[in-house]
């Protein structure tokens, strides 16, 4: 597995946490409550903060984890260098070409949601789920363009 399909695999198991999150706290709220607004916008602050710290300290982490195993695999202290080239751009920007068409198509829910008589709140979090999950399938793409050879 090279360098750049670990560092998705953390991406994405960060991203799947916090949709897991989102979604357990959703339905909590909704049927304790209902959608109140106080509620839905600090869960949305919470998801926010969390997919923001937790990617940066998960690629951290990564990034610190992989030198130690370079270093213990190859017995020096010479450090390993982490390239990205044409290749893996292009698949970076594949993975956010399906990121913003999935997000795309969320943020079309959304609004057929809110056009068919569903309260704003309803399509607020609508839109928080299309965005987490454009990420979470922009991840898979990638890694599957990564597993293909592309």
């Given at each position: 597995?090279?360098?750049?399909?670990?560092?998705?695999?953390?991406?994405?198991?960060?991203?799947?946490?916090?949709?897991?999150?989102?979604?357990?706290?959703?339905?909590?709220?909704?049927?304790?409550?209902?959608?109140?607004?106080?509620?839905?916008?600090?869960?949305?602050?919470?998801?926010?903060?969390?997919?923001?710290?937790?990617?940066?300290?998960?690629?951290?982490?990564?990034?610190?984890?992989?030198?130690i195993v370079h270093a213990i695999k190859t017995r020096s202290?010479?450090?390993?260098?982490?390239?990205?080239?044409?290749?893996?751009?292009?698949?970076?920007?594949?993975?956010?070409?399906?990121?913003?068409?999935?997000?795309?198509?969320?943020?079309?829910?959304?609004?057929?949601?809110?056009?068919?008589?569903?309260?704003?709140?309803?399509?607020?979090?609508?839109?928080?789920?299309?965005?987490?999950?454009?990420?979470?399938?922009?991840?898979?793409?990638?890694?599957?363009?990564?597993?293909?050879?592309?």
């Amino acid at each position: 597995m090279s360098y750049q399909e670990k560092n998705i695999t953390v991406a994405l198991a960060s991203q799947l946490l916090i949709l897991g999150y989102y979604l357990f706290s959703l339905f909590q709220m909704y049927r304790g409550d209902g959608l109140v607004s106080t509620k839905v916008f600090s869960l949305w602050a919470v998801v926010i903060v969390a997919a923001i710290i937790v990617n940066i300290i998960g690629s951290i982490l990564t990034n610190i984890l992989l030198s130690i195993v370079h270093a213990i695999k190859t017995r020096s202290e010479q450090e390993e260098r982490f390239i990205e080239d044409e290749r893996d751009q292009l698949i970076g920007l594949k993975g956010n070409k399906v990121s913003y068409i999935v997000f795309s198509l969320g943020v079309l829910a959304s609004m057929l949601a809110f056009a068919f008589g569903q309260p704003p709140l309803v399509m607020f979090c609508l839109l928080i789920f299309s965005s987490i999950l454009a990420e979470i399938i922009g991840d898979l793409s990638q890694l599957y363009l990564y597993r293909k050879g592309f």
